[in-house]
C-alpha cells in the first residue's frame, strides 16, 4: 500500500483512541452468519478500507458500525457511547449529524434536484431552506458538480451522481463517513475522480472513512486495510499475504 | 469545513418538523416522474369517484319525508327504499377503496426505494411515514376537490335541463348541504391520509429498503373484535331506542354485512385458488407460458387478491339481482299491476342496474391497474427472460393465464353464490326460476376481465426493451 495516492497526510505518530469500535460483533441473517466476532476500530481523521470477498461480511460491519443493522452480539462504540443499544430513532438523529453514508447506487431521490438532495439532511435537521441551499452549493463547488445543482438524478452520470451523493454524506460535516462499494458501479476514471474527491474532502476536514470494498485499487487510498473472511477479521500477516496474493494475481 | 459542526444540528421543534415534511413532500410530488404522476393521477380519480358517490348518497339521503315533489324514479319516492338506494351508493365505495388500493401500489418498488434514501439522508421514520401520509392526503384532497366541482357542475345542468318539469328525474330541488358536503369532501382525503399512515404502521422502512412485518401486531385482532362489538352495541342501542329505525335499518344493516362478510371470504377464495391452482400446475404444465404463470402464481398467490375479491362481490351482487330482477318483473308483468308499479320496480331496477354497471367498470378498471402495476414492477425479470430467449408470445399468453386461471375458479364460485342469494330469494314465488340471465352475469365478468388484462399488453412490449435490463 505504499504507493498508495493518498497517503501522505494520514494520520500519524502513536495510535490515538478511535473514535469508532466495533468489538466482537457478531450477526446472523437465518442460518447465515454474516458476522462472526468481527472487532475494527477508526479513530478520528483515518480512511480504513475493509476488504473481503463477496459475501464475507464486509456490509453488515459498515451496517452495524452506522448504527443502520443492530447486531446480534458485541458492541459499537461512538465517541465512546455505546451505539448499538441506542433507540432506532437516536441512531437515525446520529446519522443526520455525525454521520454521512454512501452506498454503490439508488441513495438519492429522484424527484428531487442535486441542490435539493444534498440540502435534505439540513432541512431535516431543522436548517432554513436558504442557508441550507447555499451550503449544498458550496459542497457540489468542492466536489466539482456545482454546474449540475438543478439537475435530478436521473439527468446524471453515474460519476457524477455518486460525487453528488458524497457532497450529501459530508454536508452536515460529519466526523465519520461510511462508504459501501462506493465506486463499484463506476468507470476506472469515475472511480478515480470520486475517491480523490472524498479523499481529499474528508483530509481537508479531519473526517474519519470506513470504506468497504472488494477493489485493491480503492484500498490503496486507505490509510489502513483490514481483510474480512467468513465474518471474522483476518490477522494482519495473513491479510497482508492474502492482499499481496490478489496484487499477483492480478499482474 | 470545521469539525465542531454536529452541535449546529440540534433535532428541530415539532412546528419546524412537520414544515420541513410539508415541503419535503410538495417537493416530492413537484418532482415526481411520469410513473409517479400516473399513480398520484389513478389516486385522485378514486378520490374523484369517492366523492361523487358519497355526495350522492348524501342528496338522495336529504331527501325529507312526505317530499311533495314526485320523481320519475320510483326508488327517490317512497321513504321505504330510499336508505336502500343510499346504501347501494355507499357500496359503490367498496370497489373505488379497492381501486384506490390498487392504484396507490404502481410503482412501490420505486417508492419503497425513496423511503429508504430519505432515512439514508437522516429522517426518522415518522418523518418518512409523515410524507407518505401527506402525499396521499393532498392527492387526495385534489381529487376530493374535483369530485365536489364536479358533482356540483352536473347538478347544475341537470336541474336546468329538468326545471319546469313536473316529475324530475333527479332530486336537484333538494337543496345543498353546504356542511355536510365540505365534511365528505375533507373526510375523503383524512380517510386516505388516515389509512395510508396505518398501512406504513406494518412496515420497518431503514436506510437499506422496506420491510413488511411478517407478524402482525398481538391482540390487534381482539381489540378490532372489541371495537366492532362496542360499535355494534351502539348502533343496536340507537335503533333499538326508535321503534321506526329498527326495521328501517336492519335490512340496509343485514345487505351490509353480508357484503363484508362476502368480500373478506372473497380475498381468502381468491388468494386460496390461485395458490391451489399455482401449486397444481407447476409439476403438470405442458407448455412454457403454462409454467411461467403457475411459477408466479405459486410464488405470490395474493398479488391479484384484492383486485379479484372486488370482481367476485360484484359477481356475486350481478348474479343476485339479474335473477331476482328478471322473477320480479315477469311478476309484476303476469299480474297486470297499475302501469304505476310497472314503472315503479323497472326504474328501481334500472337504477340498481346502473349502480351494479358501475361497480363492475370501477373493478375491471382496477384489474387493469393491477396488471398493469405487475408488469412495471416485474420488468427487469421479464426483459430478462425475453433476452434470455423466451418469446413474446409466450410471455404476453403467461401474462393472460396469470389473471384467467385464478379467475375462472373465483367467478364460477361467486356465480354459485350469487345462484344462491336468487334461489333464497325467489323461493317463495314458486315458480321456475329463469337462469339464462343469471348465468350470463359470470361469463360477461370473465370476459371483461380478461379484456382488461388484454388492455396491458401493449406495456408488456415496452417492459422487454432491453434498456430494461439496466433497470435497477
Redesign the interface.
Known amino acids: 500500500m505504499n504507493n498508495s495516492p493518498s497517503r501522505t497526510p494520514g494520520p500519524t505518530g502513536p495510535r490515538r483512541a478511535p473514535i469508532l469500535a466495533a468489538h466482537a460483533l457478531s450477526k446472523s441473517y437465518g442460518a447465515t452468519e454474516a458476522l462472526r466476532g468481527a472487532s475494527v476500530e477508526l479513530t478520528a481523521g483515518e480512511i480504513l478500507a475493509l476488504t473481503g470477498a463477496s459475501g464475507s461480511g464486509k456490509s453488515t460491519l459498515l451496517h452495524c458500525m452506522a448504527g443502520i443493522v443492530e447486531p446480534d452480539a458485541g458492541a459499537v462504540t461512538y465517541e465512546g457511547r455505546r451505539l448499538d443499544g441506542l433507540p432506532e430513532h437516536a441512531r437515525t438523529l446520529l446519522r443526520r449529524t455525525d454521520f454521512g453514508v454512501v452506498f454503490q447506487f439508488g441513495q438519492l431521490i429522484p424527484e428531487l434536484t442535486a441542490r435539493d438532495n444534498v440540502a435534505l439532511p439540513l432541512l431535516l435537521a431543522g436548517v432554513r431552506r436558504q442557508a441550507a441551499e447555499q451550503r449544498a452549493d458550496a459542497c457540489l463547488e468542492r466536489f466539482g458538480v456545482r454546474g449540475q445543482a438543478a439537475s435530478r438524478p436521473g439527468e446524471l452520470s453515474g460519476g457524477q451522481a455518486q460525487r453528488v451523493a458524497m457532497a450529501r454524506a459530508l454536508v452536515t460535516e460529519p466526523k465519520v463517513i461510511f462508504a459501501d462499494e462506493p465506486t463499484g458501479a463506476l468507470d476506472s476514471l469515475a472511480s478515480e475522480q470520486v475517491l480523490t474527491a472524498l479523499v481529499h474532502t474528508a483530509r481537508e476536514a479531519g473526517t474519519a472513512v470506513l470504506v468497504v470494498t472488494h477493489d485493491a485499487q480503492v484500498a490503496a487510498y486507505a490509510d489502513r486495510e483490514v481483510q474480512l473472511r467468513d465474518g471474522a477479521l483476518v490477522p494482519e500477516p495473513a491479510a497482508a499475504t492474502a492482499t499481496a496474493r490478489v496484487a499477483g494475481d492480478e499482474h | ?3 465542531e ?2 452541535t449546529a ?5 415539532p412546528a ?2 412537520l414544515l ?1 415534511d410539508a ?2 413532500a410538495t ?7 411520469r410513473r ?1 404522476w400516473w399513480r398520484l393521477g389513478l389516486v385522485a380519480f378514486g378520490a374523484f369517484l369517492a366523492t361523487c358517490f358519497a355526495l350522492a348518497a348524501g342528496t338522495v339521503a336529504a331527501i325529507p319525508d312526505g317530499h311533495p315533489v314526485r320523481y320519475t324514479n320510483g326508488l327517490l319516492n317512497g321513504s321505504g327504499v330510499r336508505p336502500g338506494l343510499v346504501l347501494a351508493l355507499v357500496l359503490l365505495l367498496v370497489p373505488v377503496l379497492a381501486f384506490v388500493g390498487q392504484a396507490t401500489r404502481i410503482g412501490a418498488v ?1 417508492r419503497e ?2 423511503f429508504a ?11 418518512v411515514r409523515t410524507v407518505a401520509a401527506l402525499e396521499a392526503g393532498v392527492t387526495c384532497l385534489f381529487g376530493s376537490f374535483a369530485g365536489l366541482v364536479g358533482f356540483l357542475a352536473a347538478r347544475a345542468v341537470a336541474d336546468s335541463v329538468q326545471r319546469g318539469r313536473s316529475t324530475p328525474v333527479l332530486p336537484t330541488d333538494i337543496p345543498v348541504f353546504w356542511p355536510g358536503f365540505i365534511l365528505v369532501t375533507l373526510a375523503v382525503p383524512l380517510l386516505a391520509t388516515a389509512t395510508g399512515a396505518l398501512a406504513l404502521r406494518r412496515v420497518a422502512i ?3 429498503g422496506v420491510f413488511r412485518r411478517t407478524r402482525p401486531p398481538r391482540n390487534l385482532g381482539l381489540y378490532g373484535l372489541v371495537a366492532l362489538l362496542l360499535v355494534l352495541g351502539s348502533a343496536l342501542a340507537f335503533v333499538g331506542s326508535k321503534p321506526g329505525l329498527l326495521m328501517a335499518a336492519a335490512v340496509p344493516a343485514l345487505a351490509a354485512g353480508a357484503v363484508i362478510l362476502i368480500g373478506a371470504g372473497a380475498v381468502s377464495a381468491a388468494g386460496a385458488s390461485a395458490r391451489f391452482l399455482g401449486n397444481r400446475l407447476v409439476g403438470r404444465a405442458q407448455s412454457p407460458a403454462l409454467l411461467i404463470a403457475a411459477g408466479r402464481l405459486q410464488a405470490d398467490p395474493w398479488a391479484g387478491a384484492r383486485v379479484h375479491a372486488t370482481v367476485i362481490l360484484v359477481t356475486v351482487v350481478g348474479v343476485g339481482f339479474t335473477g331476482i330482477r328478471r322473477i320480479i318483473l315477469d311478476e309484476v308483468n303476469t299480474r297486470q299491476y297499475a302501469a304505476s308499479d310497472t314503472g315503479f320496480y323497472e326504474s328501481g331496477f334500472a337504477a340498481v342496474g346502473l349502480t351494479v354497471l358501475v361497480a363492475l367498470a370501477v373493478a375491471v378498471l382496477g384489474l387493469a391497474v393491477g396488471t398493469a402495476e405487475s408488469l412495471i414492477t416485474r420488468r427487469r425479470a421479464l426483459a430478462a427472460q425475453f433476452a434470455a430467449g423466451v418469446p413474446r408470445s409466450v410471455l404476453r399468453r403467461a401474462l393472460l393465464l396469470e389473471t384467467a386461471l385464478p379467475l375462472a375458479p373465483a367467478v364460477l364460485l361467486a356465480g354459485l353464490g350469487g345462484l344462491l342469494i336468487y334461489g333464497a330469494y325467489t323461493a317463495p314465488f314458486g315458480s321456475e326460476l329463469p337462469l339464462l340471465q343469471p348465468l350470463l352475469v359470470p361469463v360477461v365478468v370473465y370476459a371483461a376481465c380478461l379484456l382488461a388484462a388484454a388492455a396491458s399488453l401493449p406495456l408488456l412490449g415496452r417492459a422487454l426493451r432491453p434498456a430494461e435490463l439496466r433497470h ?1
Not at chain 2, 417537493?27 to 416522474?33: K, S, T, Y
Not at chain 2, 434514501?117 to 418523518?127: D, I, S
Request: net charge positive; proline share 10%; hydrophobic share 35%.
Open positions: 469545513m470545521s469539525t459542526a454536529p444540528l440540534a433535532p428541530p421543534g419546524r418538523v420541513t415541503r419535503l417537493d416530492l410530488l413537484r418532482g415526481a416522474g409517479e420505486h426505494r425513496r434514501a430519505l432515512r439514508l439522508a437522516g429522517a426518522t421514520t415518522r418523518q431503514s436506510p437499506l435497477e
